[in-house]
DNA sequence: TTATGTGCAAAACATTTGCAGGAGT
DNA sequence: ACTCCTGCAAATGTTTTGCACATAA
């Protein structure tokens, strides 16, 4: 595990870690620890707030400020962007090339030092079409 | 006021859309309830919240949930982008030209039926770069 | 050995909701 | 009048934090 100076190396970490490897869901901090309690049964939610925020901050995995009332994590550092199903929430990776040039273009237009950008597509999962779909019919 | 039916039109929504109206930046709920307090001091957070939500269904504001732990009210509805400043939290507006195309390429790439996106730039705005400039130097 | 991390519980925030009384139409 | 809306306060949901004990290095 790739970690910051002082940055120990625990079976909490470990774990966590591995499950959030594990899927290719976006889960929240809650759903991070559910996965987790499974094989530590004592963690507490505390923990798993702190290392998943930790962890993003040292760029072992990526904290997800998209849209919606939780933050939400990911294994996958490589950038990347995101799909929100505006019914129920789901969230799926999406891989389209973007000019690079995008936070160039912003630079110019505005008077910050961009850093960096996030792109977000809303819309309607196949799940929820279906659902909405057989919902119409009666 | 623009409203759905059956939307009765309060001296609450005036003075919270009047008050919206006069700010560029975009604030939380919060701050919108300190502007509006100022003229009914005896408004409840919650018709704010309530309002701000209502408003926002009926496309007559723009509910931005961008990163950042609250959401943020903008009067402007015409589509636009946002830069948030990574170190105070600051929202700005940054107007670019973005192909439409990019709804298509996102819709082609996924399998969801896309119906819109976001893009959130961050960065430093210019009063934090000021400051870390101070703050470097000695 | 000792600084860092953990579990637990409480606190801090942000937002939503139930309800009795108030106000637009 | 008849809904819909409001203020208030309590409830809910998410995240952070204080502290005594545990543990990696």
Redesign the pocket.
Known sequence: MEQLP????????QIILEELGKVTSHP???EVYDMVRKR?P??????V???L??MADSGIILKLEVGG???RFDATVAPHYHVRCTFCGKVDDIDIEVQNKINQIAETASDYMILGHHIEFSGMCPRCSEEKKATSLH
Chains 1, 2 share one sequence.
Do not use: P, V
């Open positions: 002082n940055m120990r190396l625990t079976t909490q970490r929240t901090a809650n530590l004592r963690i507490g939610l505390g923990t707030y702190r290392n925020e930790l009332t939780q933050k």
